[in-house]
């Protein structure tokens, strides 16, 4: 073949691939993202800085609607999600879910860690007491102590602040800390997201704040250390089996968090 036969050829060849490339492109653009709904925590601790990462590890568009571990299962139920974000024990959820339709296929749902956080116990800067025994705060959860100055603190009612209707931090104490016991609180102060926890624990001397580690720590509140690390799980559920490009998906966050945890 002449010279220029070859390089016709050759450009040819990279022409057909370009295009090839541009379709496969085309088609991961306009595919229908997949909708995983649920957890805030989910969301704001794996989503929002990873969304991108995942996408492109995956092939998928995500499309992501923070809401409750609760209304993520049901969305799953109803078909309007593809994936439900939990950041609490499944079992907890399904329990709650029974009350409202005990008909609901439970025994469809698969569990998909995809992440561990830790939680913590915020209280206000001014409070001497910087650590308590695990039987002690077990106590303090279950309503059996309820000043803190029986714990070596001011003379102040010990005011419990947790995300209301429930929450993965919430479950997530009772289940693993608590054995399974709901926590009691004298007068609890409810509000609608970990992050509000510590902005009031912030201005309420008295306030013990149910939050996570990290929120913690970033906040203007001391962290009240106890004996155990208490750990919440946040796992992608489906409905059924997953699909292998659903599994692309879960793989993907895997990757992304363990790749994010090994940075620190």
Known sequence: MRPNGIFRALAALIFLLSCSIALADEATTDAKPFVLQGSTTFAHRVLEPLAAVIERSSGHKLKVVPTKSSQGLLALFERSADFAMISGPLKNEIA?????????????????????????????????????????MRRILLGEITNWHAVGGPDLPISIVM????????????????????????????????????????????????????????????????????????????LGDPTPEMRKVIDAARKAMSATSASR
């Open 96 to 136: 709650d879910l029974r009350k409202i339709d005990p008909d609901l296929p439970f025994d469809k749902l698969q569990t998909f860690d995809i992440s561990v956080v830790h939680m913590a116990f915020a209280i206000n800067r001014d409070n001497p007491v910087h650590h308590v025994s695990d039987a002690d």
């Open 163 to 238: 995300v209301g209707d429930g929450g993965g931090v919430q479950s997530s104490i009772e289940n693993e800390f608590l054995g399974g016991k709901h926590i009691k609180g004298v007068k609890p102060i409810f509000v609608q997201g970990s992050a509000q926890v510590v902005k009031i624990t912030a201005i309420i001397p008295a306030a013990l704040g149910l939050s996570q580690t990290g929120i913690v720590r970033n906040s203007t509140c001391a962290e009240l250390k106890t004996d155990t690390e208490i750990a919440q799980h946040l796992a992608l559920i489906t």
